[in-house]
């Protein structure tokens, strides 16, 4: 079986991915970044899907679409969210957002 | 079909209680247009059931209760139920235990049909047919509609609600409701502008709720409920003008209220009894039965009785609780007129005359001689006529004749004269309602609100004419006039008296009859003719409006023509229509006119209104009874204090009762509660001081303190984290999600 392959690439995307979510300022590679780690996740869900049986199969690619469709509407908000702060600070460094400092 | 579902009656007239009380106040007429619609609506249906029962055919045949018995003796011989021995009190009892089982079968079958378990005691007695040689032909009488439901079960006791409708339930259904509509009609030009005119109309209502009910029932238990609702709105009633007059409305309210439930007391024993004797039923037509074929014991049966003619004694306001109905007079008249023509007073005549089984049976009313029942109407009747002589407020001379009257129809009731009593029953409703109706009128257009015939009246007789024409009718009707209704239904009550062998009592009811045509005389003496006095000779009398005269024609109207029902040449249809299996199965005696009574009866009439017009017009006067040392002086005191009877109660029983309970209240009240109160206070006070000191400031304070503080330091710490910066949330939460993630592997 070629599973274990698999599982060591995506969690080696899931480490880049949140190396880059914790680590960036940049708020698009923040976002490019959490899309690693969600197709990270999707590698997992195929693979394991095929795992368990390839008439199995269908569940784990069925599964990673709806996480495909999802993280599309995610970066659609969080591109806007960014857009928006572009526009208003003319900056998109996340380290100078902290208006919710308590 | 009315009759089947004569429960439609008494609850319109609730409805209407509860639609006036809701929605009254915000209505033009103030809630008195659903009093006068329900009431409509009931009468309406009254004559429509009377009507119906008229046409039933009268195909149920009806044994008296000696052949019953002599059948059932038949039986026995050959038969193996061993209830023939009824001195020995265990069979008795089992044997009627066995009977009302029997009796509530038959019940159930026949319920679909419409009819009643009396079939299955005529057929029982079919076989002694031949036996019977008292000489009663029974003549077949109409089936009653009974109606039945489940009402509540406790163990193996089922009591069902019902409805019995007969001819005596018709009777007082149409009585009551034409009645209390006149009275409706009345109180509504009568109270007009009154504070608590809506109250009046629901109270009306409500109280014409009860005596439906307790018309209707079939049941001992609905007949309670009637009866108890009667004394509840009486007491509103009575109690209207609570506010004027000092306390002394209030206090004639609270008179009525509890005077009828010393003996209400009785009705609760009474009722008790019976259910237990009958074989645990309510069910009045079957305690009847079990009571008239022997199957109660004499004593349990004197017992209950005795229980309730104390009750009746109270309700209808017989010697020696008579005396809350002529206080009662503080209500407005109307309900004067209603409580004393349609309901409540006649609700203990009713009761005796339902549950006339009980009654026949346990004080042996066929036998002749003397008994309690008589007894107590007799005295009734003589007491209370000789106190309307004496009275100046013509409010109570009405009352102490409904007294007299109420004794003339308990008498009947005591001598065996059925269907006399409650004749007389339904002609007085007629004509004493026409009389405190009239006093209404005269006191609200003519004396200006007094009811003072000596003081305030006189010569009325051209100011206000219909109100004095009625007036006179019914006094005549009263009296014993022929052909009016009193005449016919008086004659019938001495009639049965003289030949159910009861002379004494017969004698009691021609004096009666007389001193009754006196009083009456005497007072439409001082109300209509002679000089005006007081308020009518200075308030410009004038005639009521259409309003309070149309009532009053209608019952003079009926006080000419109502005795002709019961008249021997149109066939004494009422007794044909009232009759029922009680009756014929107590064989009760039916007596021919009698040409030599009715001479007698007529010639006493006339002798007392001789009498009283020869006193007042005529000046024969025996000098003045007021100032009297004399024998005649003494009556005449010991009648204006009522046989001291008000002294005796108020003074001997009520302060006998109230003061040692005063002063051991005072005594508790200073010892004891006073005490317990200082004590309480004193502990109250050094409990507080603890609490205040030890646990509130010390305690509770220190902890709400305490936990502000945690709470800010908390937060200033929690500060630091929350820092604003997203990605250094994601790292906490990352580490989190570690911390748990080598956990959840270590574990």
């Keep these: ?102 | 079909m009315v009759l089947q579902n004569i429960w439609v009656i008494p609850a319109i007239t609730a409805s209407s209680f509860v639609l006036i009380l809701l929605f009254g106040r915000r209505l033009p007429n103030k809630g008195a247009e659903f009093g006068l619609m329900a009431l409509t609506m009931t009468f309406a249906l009254a004559s429509i059931g009377a009507a119906q029962w008229v046409g039933r055919p009268a195909d149920l045949e009806v044994e008296p209760a000696s052949t019953i018995k002599s059948a059932e003796a038949h039986d026995e011989e050959g038969g193996d139920e061993d209830h023939g021995n009824k001195s020995d009190k265990g069979h008795a009892g089992e044997g009627a235990k066995e009977h009302a089982g029997e009796g509530a079968k038959e019940h159930a079958e026949e319920q679909d049909e419409g009819g009643h378990g009396a079939e299955g005691t005529v057929a029982e007695a079919g076989e002694g047919d031949e036996d019977h040689g008292g000489g009663h032909e029974a003549e077949p009488i109409r089936r009653p509609v009974d109606r039945r439901w489940a009402w509540f079960q406790t163990g193996d006791v089922k009591v069902q609600a019902g409805t019995h409708a007969d001819g005596l339930a018709m009777a007082m259904l149409f009585v009551v409701s034409l009645i209390s509509l006149l009275v409706h009609v009345f109180s509504f030009s009568y109270m007009h502008g009154d504070e608590r005119f809506t109250h009046y109309y629901a109270a009306l209502s409500l109280f014409t709720t009860g005596m439906f009910v307790l018309v209707t029932a079939s049941n001992t238990l609905q007949a309670l409920f009637g009866w108890e609702l009667m004394g509840l709105c009486s007491f509103m009633l009575i109690g209207h003008w609570w506010d004027r007059d000092g306390n002394k409305n209030s206090s004639a309210a609270l008179k009525a209220f509890f005077t009828t439930r010393t003996g209400d007391v009785g009705l609760l024993v009474g009722i008790s009894i019976l259910f237990f004797a009958a074989g645990q039923t309510f069910d009045i037509e079957t305690t009847n039965r079990a009571a008239l074929t022997g199957q109660i014991g004499s004593g349990v049966l004197l017992a209950a009785a005795a229980a309730l003619l104390v009750a009746v004694i109270g309700k209808s306001a017989q010697f020696p609780l008579h005396t809350w109905l002529p206080d009662a007079m503080a209500g407005p008249t109307p309900v004067s007129a209603l409580i004393h023509a349609a309901t409540m007073v006649v609700a203990g005549v009713y009761l005796v005359a339902r549950l006339y089984g009980v009654f026949w049976v346990a004080f042996d009313i066929g036998g002749g001689g003397i008994n309690p029942v008589a007894v107590v109407g007799a005295v009734t009747i003589l007491i209370a006529a000789a106190l309307a002589f004496v009275q100046a407020d013509i409010k109570k001379v009405l009352a102490y004749s409904t007294v007299s009257q109420l004794g003339f129809m308990i008498m009947a009731l005591g001598v065996g004269a059925w269907t006399a009593g409650i004749f007389h029953l339904f002609t007085h409703a007629f004509f004493k309602a026409c009389l405190f109706l009239g006093a209404g009128s005269i006191s609200h257009s003519g004396s200006h609100h007094s009811f003072d015939m000596v003081k305030d009246m006189g010569g009325l007789k051209d100011k206000m004419p219909w109100t004095f024409r009625t007036f006179l009718v019914a006094t005549a009707a009263l009296a014993g006039v022929p052909p009016l209704a009193g005449f016919w239904s008086k004659d019938e009550i001495l009639l049965g008296a003289g030949k159910n062998g009861y002379g004494l009592f017969m004698v009691v009811g021609l004096i009666g009859a007389f001193m009754t045509a006196a009083y009456m005389t005497r007072c439409v003496y001082l109300t209509f003719f002679g000089e005006p006095r007081g308020a009518a000779a200075h308030h410009h009398p004038h005639e009521s409006p259409p309003l309070i005269v149309v009532p009053l024609q209608v019952l003079a109207v009926l006080s000419v023509f109502a005795g002709l029902l019961n008249a021997p040449f149109f066939g004494e249809l009422f007794g044909k229509w009232t009759s029922n299996s009680t009756v014929l199965g107590a064989g009760i005696a039916h007596h021919e006119f009698s040409l030599v009574a009715a001479a007698l009866s007529i010639a006493v009439a006339f002798g007392g209104i001789a009498t009283g017009y020869a006193y007042y017009w005529k000046g024969f006067r025996v000098g003045s009874l007021r100032h009297d040392r004399g024998p005649t002086g003494m009556l005449y005191r010991l009648l204006v204090r009522k046989y001291y009877l008000d002294d005796l109660y108020e003074g001997f029983i009520v302060r006998g009762i109230r003061e040692p309970v005063a002063r051991a209240a005072y005594w508790t009240n200073q010892k004891v509660i006073d005490a317990v109160v200082n004590g309480a206070g004193i502990a109250a006070r050094g409990i507080a001081r603890f609490v205040y000191e030890i646990i509130d400031q010390r305690g509770i304070d220190a902890a709400v303190n305490g936990a502000g503080i945690a709470s800010s330091e908390t937060g200033g710490l929690l500060r630091y984290i929350q820092t604003g910066r997203v990605q250094q949330y994601a790292a906490l939460m990352l580490g989190a999600a570690g911390v748990f993630a080598l956990a959840l592997a270590l574990l």
């Design chain 1, 1 to 102: 079986m070629y599973l274990m392959q698999f599982l060591v690439l995506a969690a080696f995307l899931f480490c880049v991915g949140v190396y880059g979510v914790l680590v960036r300022k940049n708020a698009v590679l923040v976002l490019m970044s959490i899309e690693l780690i969600l197709n990270s996740v999707n590698i997992n869900l195929v693979a394991l899907g095929v795992y368990r049986g390839y008439d199995q199969a269908i569940v784990g690619q069925v599964f990673s679409l709806f996480v495909i469709a999802v993280a599309a509407a995610e970066v659609g908000i969080g591109l806007a969210i960014v857009l928006l702060i572009y526009r208003n600070r003319a900056s998109i460094d996340l380290s100078e957002v902290d208006l919710m400092k308590g």
